[in-house]
């Protein structure tokens, strides 16, 4: 919210602002789709594409065309292996395509639209076309990024502004708390289930953005998002399979069971038996999170975590 705070800002102040903006990156690129920076008539600026002698350059390119008035939309490739054609002077390898995008006074109700949004935490999708800048409430579920890039002048790039992951967390009990905390902390959108009415860990998790006492049973009627990340860690065997089978066969992206190698062995034997294919048990993640030797629930939720971010770009792809 604060670049378009600065933007608006800028724009009510001197007239004109522009905006680069990643709208795709490739290897160890520093600056990664969605990154932002704004660049203001009076030199100041706000955010980042990625640092380094890049980023000055683009910003002084930006200061430059602000004080010439000339306010053209266009994209610019960006490859970070020195001195080559579209090279950015850095060495990191990897490249980036950069957005520059001139925001003029009429386009003030538009930064006010998204600032607005964004301060109350509702969903919105951002257009930015050669021409246009676009942005629309929405709550339909869309990707959280979209570009297309043709030419420096036929382009186009969408992004789900205030766009968060729903990881389904069932089990409130001490790494259920943890886990929340962390993941809301890393910009997750939390829901919490327990089937246990009187859980001190569960009514202590202020943490978690939704939580509910449900029929582990019914679990399937309440988690209808196709882009689930579900985490199951209930307090015993017998909970983990119910949840487990239920979850399997509803559309998710991630499906993760915490617990022990000996009793998730057991538990795929059974489920096997039962008719679960062994393609279904393969893209199960269990024991869930990186092998970290983590103990404690604060140790299990970093672990967690740090699986769910090594997939993300992965997952991305997949929405």
Request: with cysteine; hydrophobic share 40%.
């Amino acid at each position: 919210m604060k670049l378009w705070q600065f933007i608006e800002t800028k724009l009510s102040t001197t007239g004109a602002v522009y905006l680069m903006c990643v709208m795709q990156h490739q290897g160890s690129s520093p600056g990664r789709q969605g990154f932002k920076m704004a660049v203001a008539t009076d030199g100041a600026i706000f955010g980042s594409i990625g640092g380094g002698v890049m980023e000055y350059n683009l910003a002084e390119q930006c200061k430059t065309l602000l004080k010439l008035k000339q306010y053209n939309s266009f994209a610019k490739r960006q490859i970070h292996k020195g001195t080559i054609t579209h090279g950015s002077g850095m060495i990191c390898s990897g490249e980036q395509t950069v957005l520059f995008y001139p925001i003029l006074i009429e386009d003030l109700p538009t930064v006010k639209k998204i600032k607005e949004s964004l301060k109350h935490g509702a969903t919105g999708l951002l257009e930015l076309h050669p021409n246009r800048l676009k942005f629309e409430l929405t709550d339909v579920q869309l990707p959280p990024f979209d570009h297309a890039f043709n030419s420096e002048t036929d382009w186009y790039f969408k992004e789900l502004l205030n766009f968060r992951e729903v990881v389904y967390v069932v089990g409130g009990g001490h790494v259920g708390l943890a886990t929340s905390k962390l993941l809301v902390q890393l910009g997750y959108y939390v829901i919490l289930y327990d089937n246990r009415e009187d859980l001190n860990t569960f009514y202590e998790n202020t943490f978690a953005n939704e939580k509910k006492i449900i029929d582990y049973r019914q679990i399937s009627k309440h988690i209808t998002n196709p882009n689930a990340i579900i985490a199951i860690m209930t307090n015993k065997y017998t909970d983990d399979k119910i949840v487990l089978r239920e979850c399997i066969r509803i559309p998710h992206q991630f499906l993760g069971v915490l617990g022990s190698t000996a009793k998730l062995d057991l538990m795929f034997d059974v489920l096997g038996k039962e008719g679960v294919s062994k393609e279904e048990l393969n893209k199960i993640h269990a024991p869930i999170g990186l092998p970290i030797r983590s103990q404690t629930p604060d140790e299990i939720a970093i672990s967690i975590a740090a699986q769910l971010i090594s997939l993300r770009p992965l997952r991305r792809k997949m929405i």
